[in-house]
């Protein structure tokens, strides 16, 4: 019999969850099953557990208690009918044959029996929700139009009527706020249709200048991330091949199901799970590509959500010119990001304000911390406060504010915090069979696309674009190759050398953004040359009498000087000398250090030309077939009957 979770008052109130056979957990850490706004929760708070042919509801030591019918239970089995309170949230536990009875079992992602599939069509489900889990749906519903039934899964959306949304902080879930840079290769590359959809309403800006990755000329577009999902989900919301399914995709509960299914695009994010659970599949990823020094690289940074009154022109040219500090906005309003030394990594933490302990929250995606009324930086989801901004005086805090002064942003716009923790590694393969075909099932294909293939570095502003191209080539491939037949190996050998391409070029690019090669040629961390900058600030030394005798300032101006060269003809409008040495004459001269010692973005590397899979799919892309090697007719025998062999190259 099958159980069901229902929520009755609070964020969760009308929605519901399946119990399968995995734990469902309880609680106000963004992995839970079920997230608990209310501060009174713990952060793993409670879990039901499949005991034999019950459910039983466990409290996981949390602070205030969990409640069944209002009795304080550390340990119950359930019965239909009994309510749940945690926090100050209520949940209703039944079975699928009282839900029915009251509920409109089609706003629920229940098992149960429904049409005979078509044949013809191909089934395909798609984990994850997000701008390229969307993309590759839509993209692959206009390319087989009435041949295709789409079903994509994810938690952090809800029903709302007849359509389905994206939840918001008072559901647990916060969306995130960051500006993103969409190529012009990539953005021309999706249908008409979603172009009109992202950009026909405005709310975007052209900020980065043409450059080799521009196709016809267009430049970048910079728009925020939720505009990207807000819009691509109310377009998926109109297309009937599209079902969209309010619940977190489960591997192991949905097996059954996924035997059906010709396709399964796991597009969940570098923390995939559903990757995870194939993981023997898709092959162990490498990070030893990524290593410097035995030591598997990773960057921490730390988002900070602000406005800046600065020029595009100059804030690009500021941008560029070192690596402390990235700002990429739209019409000024945006994240400003600032990479972090692995001291200063330690000291970005979250408290408690009531049980006075440490979280770790503002360091795991997707915790934001905004500033409320008092000046403090409060976590929606765990109540805890930004530390670094209740010691003013400390380190950390100082460097943000020069952080914030170099983009001449006053520190009441700065308006939320959050943190990135950002590594690499090598992916073996991105495509893989999960169940061969059978006398009743098609057989099933995996295939990794965005963050679950390529966890890109953002310095260089890759990610979301290498993971839009990610399903473009999939949803080509599968246009092209789809006949009602099972599919093969060798029908995803373009979109695999596709993906091959886009991990070294788009990888490149991340490794260039996290080290740099000195004067000596000897290889070193970028957030490690920082660190040492900052040491070196410490020690005592001469004070400049005046900003022209200080080094670190005519080395800036005289790097930002050859960059503004360089950019002036595709980005006008650009700071005079007199206008960067006023602005940079302002900010202290440990902060001069830093961002001297930092380095320039190296844009040979960074830049240059963006992956094109359009090699791999144009209609008259050669094939390679080899020549019979000659034959010696001394030991040729012929034999009678024996079909002519068809070696042309028609194929």
């Known amino acids: 019999m099958t159980s069901v979770i229902v929520g009755r008052t609070g964020p969760f109130t009308g929605q519901s ?22 501060t009174s929760a713990s952060r793993l708070h409670a879990e039901i557990v499949e005991e034999g042919d019950a459910r039983v509801l466990h409290d996981r030591d949390s602070r205030n208690g969990t409640y069944v019918n209002e009795r304080r239970v550390a340990r119950h089995v359930l019965s239909p009918g009994d309510v749940i309170r945690i926090g100050d949230e209520t949940f209703l536990f039944e079975t699928q044959e009282a839900m029915e009875t009251v509920f409109d079992v089609s706003q629920i992602d229940l098992p149960r029996s429904s049409a005979p599939a078509n044949p013809d069509d191909l089934r395909v489900t798609v984990v994850g929700g997000g701008p390229v889990g969307l993309a590759f749906a839509l993209m692959l519903e206009s390319a087989l139009e009435g041949r295709v039934s789409i079903t994509v899964h994810d938690g952090r959306w809800l029903t709302s009527g007849s359509t389905v949304v994206w939840k918001d902080e008072s559901h647990g879930n ?28 405005g709310g975007f800006s052209e900020m980065w200048p043409v450059g080799p990755d521009s196709v016809d000329g267009r430049p970048p577009r910079n728009i925020p991330i939720a505009s990207v999902e807000d819009r691509l989900l109310k377009l998926a919301n109109t297309k009937p091949s599209i079902r969209l399914v309010p619940k977190r995709f489960d591997p192991r509960e949905d097996e059954h199901r996924l035997s059906s299914q010709h396709v399964l695009a796991i597009c969940d994010g570098g923390r995939s799970r559903t990757r995870e659970y194939y993981g023997d599949r898709f092959g162990a990823a490498d990070a030893s590509v990524y290593s410097l020094d035995g030591e598997h690289l990773q960057d921490v940074v730390l988002g900070l959500k602000v406005k800046s009154p600065l020029s595009d022109p100059m804030s690009v040219l500021l941008t560029v010119s070192q690596n ?43 915790c934001v911390m905004s500033r409320h009324e008092d000046n403090e930086f409060v976590c929606p989801t765990h109540g805890t406060l930004f530390l670094p901004a209740l010691l003013r005086g400390s380190p950390l805090w100082k460097r943000i504010r020069e952080g914030l002064k170099l983009f001449g942003v006053a520190e009441d716009d700065l308006s939320a915090i959050t943190s990135f923790r950002l590594d690499m590694v090598q992916r073996p393969r991105f495509t893989a069979q999960l169940h061969s075909p059978t006398s009743s ?46 599919l093969r ?18 990888k490149s690019r991340a490794w260039n953004a996290m080290v740099t090669t000195d004067e000596q040629g000897a290889s070193h961390a970028i957030k490690d040359v920082i660190a040492r900058s900052t040491e070196q600030q410490a020690a005592p030394g001469p004070v400049a009498d005046s900003p022209t005798e200080q080094p670190d300032l005519e080395a800036l101006l005289e790097r930002m000087q050859a960059i503004r060269e360089r950019l002036a003809a595709r ?54 077939v080899p020549a019979p090697a000659p034959a010696d007719p001394r030991t040729l025998t012929p034999r009678s009957g024996s079909p002519e062999l068809n070696l042309s190259n028609s194929a």
Request: negative net charge.
């Open 17 to 38: 969850v399946v119990l399968g056979t995995a734990p469902l957990r309880f609680g106000r850490k963004s992995d839970n099953d079920v997230i608990i706004v209310s």
């Open 174 to 201: 916060v969306r995130r706020q960051q500006v993103v840079t969409i190529q012009s290769r990539q953005y021309l590359a999706l249908t008409e249709e979603m172009q009109s959809a992202l950009f026909d309403s």
């Open 324 to 366: 402390r500090f990235l700002l990429n906005s739209l019409h000024g309003e945006g994240f400003l990001n600032m990479r972090l030394t692995r001291e200063e990594t330690k000291n970005v933490v979250g408290i408690d304000p009531v049980r006075q302990v440490f979280e770790e929250c503002i360091a795991a995606r997707p």
């Open 441 to 486: 099932s098609p057989g099933t294909y995996g295939f990794l696309l965005g963050d679950a293939a390529n966890a890109i570095h953002f310095w260089p502003g890759r990610g979301l674009n290498s993971g839009l191209a990610s399903a473009t080539s999939l949803a080509r491939s599968l246009s092209r190759t789809w006949q009602g037949r099972p």
């Open 489 to 506: 190996d060798a029908d995803f050998i373009r979109h695999e050398a596709a993906m091959s391409m886009l991990q070294y070029r788009h």
């Open 571 to 624: 980005l006008p409008g650009m700071p005079t000398d007199q206008e960067l040495r006023d602005h940079l004459s302002a900010l202290a001269p440990a902060t001069l250090r830093t961002l001297q010692a930092s380095g320039a973005w190296d844009t040979l590397i960074v830049g240059g030309e963006e992956a094109d899979i359009d090699l791999f799919y144009q209609t008259d892309a050669p094939v390679y």
